[in-house]
């Protein structure tokens, strides 16, 4: 199933393999190209190339192409403000400055920045076939306020038909947005009216709804489909926002999604969102960003859902927090991963992992959802199995299923963040890959060689020669400092003559040679009795 | 570092946001301390930054005119940011668009990296004595700002009658019962009562639970209606009907007619510009279906 494949199916609510995943890249293409927001916007060949580089990066099933709720109101003389790092905002509203309603003309499709927008989706068009294209008109509402300010809210009351009129105006300009973006080759028309939200459901029903509906209508008319995307606090409309006949609704995180599932499904209309766009995705570590993630997908459920943010993406996402949504989306083990260390959150001490992997023997831990559950985790497990007998007992292995509490906390000891893992000594080597077996034998034995390397380097010694000052006294001292020479070591050599040491030592006869071993085993750290332990049973 | 505090101040547009800005900058109590501005109107740019009068402060503009509350929240914070790290002042003052949600703006002080660094000393809503009642009903967020304020302002109180003033203090705290009100003209207010203030710090269902104290209804029926019935419809529904007003197709002549607390006024269509028929209503302390069953019956 290619990704546009599965987001049309899902739009219908109809089944797909996993749930679509729709990154909504506007002004942050500019970011992930070194560009600025206002540069960007303007360009049509800035903008293939953002769009280009988040398709690799984040593997999307869909894409939005321009994300920018001011290209119509810039058209209708709306003066706008360029910022470097977000979209243009309105400054000014040209029927609060005396324009006549009457004398706005719906605008063409070569108009102000709409050709560049239509040039862009047929770029994209061209370039990814598999890729489901959102074109993205302003919602008639949003426009309207663009147009009269926010003045609109008074006028409610004051001149309801002033409204309507408004309102007509704005739905004929989205209606023609719309045919100019299918005739380009979008495969789903996004109408976002996110002011939509400050109204109550009443006056949604009133001064929305009966042209949003037509606006749906005439996309279906031209066999497209169509997604209604709000932001903000408007829990109350999306029944209301439902009935107005699109194929799905886009929400953010101001509303919870299995309110939207549950009003929505029931009307046969999917649903998409809504990852937590600042405080997650801006702000977040991957692994807030991954829990976020993981909690849409379960509440979005297989059926009818996208998992999308829930509006323009921050301009400077980091790209990380992107990519392990990808992640998250398309490997069922990082799922699991996430959601068995979320259940047992409360395991938050760690291990002291300081002396970790100092033993004689090399350790191969292996960090597993469950080796009999999860067939990456078997094949790693199974890869470590089989070589380890080649070092004939030096190297020990475990698994450590992260379903144990204990292990767990193991994993998240050794700072190991992806399922399956594999540590040696300690050390992370092989993450989420199976290491072929010469890869693994290669990476042990080196572990091997260190270890021997660090236990040379660490042993000192001496050589003591005891005796009373006799001349074969000094012929015994005389032969060590000559073999310690021809060695080309530093060892010190000292001469021990009192007799009371000689009892110590064990040494009845003169002249003896004592050679002392000394090993370093701890610095600046209280080893434990079971570390301890070990060190003796080496002695 | 001590948390630095912030006066947060709404209201709808037009309801003297600036004037009470300005004046809260000339009192000597404020004047000389260190001040930051955040200033955020939706699409008034270069009349509100333009309006505040000079001084020695430091003055943010925050992504104006934007729409999606996200671009609004990464500005806000990254603004916020920027104050804690370069200007370090003594207090900050915001002025939140119309359109705002008080309580998104508190929720954006509680992101990692603005924790503990700020807190609310006052959050300050200002209400137009003379559009609030028209407002109210369409707009969410010109209620919750009332709803979650700590103290009130009714603005140009000059501007109406003693009646319509009643009417809105009343709703004012039928609304937000704890915050304390003062009725004042050009937004002048003590220094004491915003000393005063104290910041009340409410979770986020504390909005759904004043009751629906005013509604709205539209009519856009063509068809004639006799005058004397429509006259007593108002009476019976004078202490209900705060406002009216529309164009309604009498039996003998179109009429323009408005109620605005009480008052009650008709003109010919001569004098008035719009010319189609249908009206509005702002109504509070009855049943909605009731009123509207009530006025649809007259046809």
Redesign the interface.
Known sequence: MTGKERVLKAMRCEKVDRIPWVPFVGCHGASLINETASDYLQSEELMIKGLNEAIKLYQPDGVSVMFDLQIEAEVLGCNLIWADQNPPAVSSHPLELGVELSSLQVPSATDGRIGLTIDVIKAMRELHRDIALYGLITGPFTLALHLVGTNLFMKMFDDPNYIHDLMRFCTDVSLAMSNYFIEAGADIIAVVDPMTSQIGPDDFKNFVSPYATEIFENIHSKKSLGSFFVCGHAQQNIEAMSDCKPDNISVDENIALDYVQDVCLKKGVSFGGNLQLTATLLLGSEEDVQRNAIHCLDTGGEQGFILAPGCDLPFATPPNNLQVVTKVVIDPYQREVIRTMELNDETKELLDMSEYGLMEKVIVDVITLDSESCAPCQYMVESVKAVAPEFEGIVEWREHKIKKAESLTFMTSLMVRNIPTICIDGKISFVSRIPPRDELLKAIQKRINEKLKLRIQKKTGSVFILGSGCESCDKVKENVEKALQELGTDIPVEIVSDESKFHELGISKTPAVVVEKREVKSMGTIPSVDVIKEWVKDI | MNPIPIILITG??GSGKTTLLNHLLSLPEIKTKNIALIINE?????VDGALVESGDFAKFEL?????????I???F?KTLENITNEVRPELVIIEAT??A?TSDLQDFLT???LLNRFFIQANICLADAK?LI??L??????KSQIVWADGIIINKSDLVSKKELEDIQQLVKTLNPEAPVEITSYGKISHEFVNNIRHRQLSGTSIESPPEALF?L?F?NLNPIEHEKFLSLLNIYKENIL?L??IINFENEPLFVEVIHGKYLEKSLKETK?L?V?F?V?AWKTDKEKLKNAIESLW
Do not use: H, M, W
């Open positions: 709808y547009l939706f699409g008034t740019l270069g992504n104006k005119g934007s729409l999606f509350c996200i671009c929240k990464t500005d914070i119309g359109v949600e992101v990692p990296t559009n028209k407002v009903p369409f707009l969410k967020a010109a709205s539209s856009q406002r007003k529309g719009n189609r249908g509005s702002i």
